[in-house]
């Protein structure tokens, strides 16, 4: 157990609303990250974190906006939801192991479902 | 254009023999390479990973390949338990601070009994 909760597990919302996803670690961990899963696809790298207030894009980051104003949390905001945003968010962190390698750690997923 | 591939969408083995996942990348940055297990409606969870420098990494059934010069890395399950059934995601990371994860679109591995 890396200690990652999400909230909320699962959300139906309407095509322009905004919706915010929260990533809580409990672990102290820096670096912080948001995926997408779509069929087809696997993950795909929407934003990281590698410390609080310090964010970078992924692969996908368009329509996403994400803040860290406290190490343990990590936000992911869809600030007008579109029907293609639909799917399941998971956040990561990652542990640091020797040579600056080191595993993902995966919460529980949030699904999004945007009509 | 994906950096990581897993060309089979799919595979079915009978319990008790060989699984045999495949992957390939094309991103001559990436030094290191990791498999994850997922099952439905749960995060994806870590496997067992290779660096670069090495050829085989072992860990009880689960044996995975890297092959350098062709790009290729597969992931090895004796014997294949029917509780292995899952989605097994091929990733790398690559040189950098950041070390965040580039996935392959996975492989759906179903044992029968």
């Known amino acids: 157990d890396a200690g990652i909760t999400q909230s909320p597990r699962h959300k139906v919302t309407e095509t322009g609303t905004p919706v915010t996803l929260r990533c809580h670690q409990t672990?102290?961990?820096?670096?912080m990250y948001w995926y997408r899963q779509d069929p087809g696809h696997g993950l795909r790298l929407i934003h990281y974190?590698?410390?609080?207030?310090?964010?970078d894009k992924g692969e996908v980051s368009d329509g996403y906006s994400v803040s860290r104003s406290k190490t343990e949390d990590f936000l992911l905001t869809l600030e007008s939801a579109t029907s293609s945003q639909t799917s399941v968010y998971f956040c990561?962190?990652?542990?640091?192991?020797?040579?600056?390698?080191?595993?993902?750690?995966f919460g529980e997923g949030s699904r999004l479902t945007v009509l | 254009d994906q950096q990581v591939k897993q060309n089979s969408p799919s595979l079915s083995v009978q319990e008790g023999r060989i699984s045999i996942l495949n992957c390939d990348y094309t991103?001559?940055?990436?030094?290191?390479f990791l498999w994850y297990k997922k099952y439905p409606a749960e995060g994806p969870t870590f496997l067992i990973s290779?660096?670069?420098?090495?050829d085989k990494n072992e860990d009880g059934r689960f044996t995975v390949f890297l092959n350098k010069s062709a790009k290729h890395l597969s992931l090895h399950i004796v014997p294949s338990q029917p509780g292995d059934s899952a989605v097994y995601f091929c990733?790398?990371?690559?040189?950098?601070?950041?070390?965040?994860?580039?996935f392959g679109s996975g492989t759906q591995l179903t044992v029968l009994p």
């Open positions: 990561a962190i990652r542990s640091t192991g020797r040579g600056n390698t080191g595993e993902l750690f």
């Open positions: 991103n001559s940055m990436f030094d290191y």
């Open positions: 290779i660096s670069s420098i090495k």
């Open positions: 672990e102290n961990h820096r670096y």
């Open positions: 974190s590698y410390g609080v207030k310090d964010t």
């Open positions: 990733a790398a990371q690559a040189r950098g601070s950041a070390r965040q994860l580039t």
